[in-house]
């Protein structure tokens, strides 16, 4: 112990991680890093960047949808949704670990977000034309 504090010196035994072992492949194989037994090894489970990225754009959409003439950027971004969540459920069904639950409410938030837009869009729509047509 370096003065006294709970902290290893640097040569000591835990001190250091051991480092990957290469077994001539070019593969290293997975080291457990400060745990008691050197058994135990820790896996990080994989993520679906995709599917966030579609969770983000459709919930992005689903919020920008109710601004008027703010809507046009929630066409885009519940597109987006629609599209990247479809990719990211097509991933989660490759990959089982992989999560397929931000994919689906990219879907759907981007569905809800793209449909509402449209509609905001052809009421401001209607509304412009009504006014300078002059029909009661």
């Not at 966030?52 to 601004?67: D, R």
């Not at 397929?100 to 938030?109: P, V």
Request: net charge negative.
């Amino acid at each position: 112990m370096v003065g006294g504090s709970d902290v290893p010196d640097p040569g000591s035994a835990g001190a250091m991680p051991p480092a990957p072992v290469d077994g001539g492949g070019g593969a290293t194989e997975p080291v457990a890093f400060g745990l008691d037994s050197p058994d135990t090894l820790l896996y990080v489970r994989s993520r679906n960047g995709i599917g966030l990225a579609a969770g983000l754009c459709g919930v992005a959409a689903l919020l920008l949808s109710w601004i008027p003439f703010v809507d046009y950027m929630s066409l885009v971004l519940g597109a987006l949704g629609i599209i990247l969540g479809g990719v990211g459920v097509h991933r989660a069904n490759v990959d089982p670990g992989k999560g397929k639950g931000m994919s689906i409410t990219g879907i759907a938030c981007g569905i809800a977000g793209f449909a509402i837009a449209a509609i905001v869009l052809l009421l401001i729509y209607a509304l412009v034309v009504t006014i300078n047509t002059g029909t009661p």
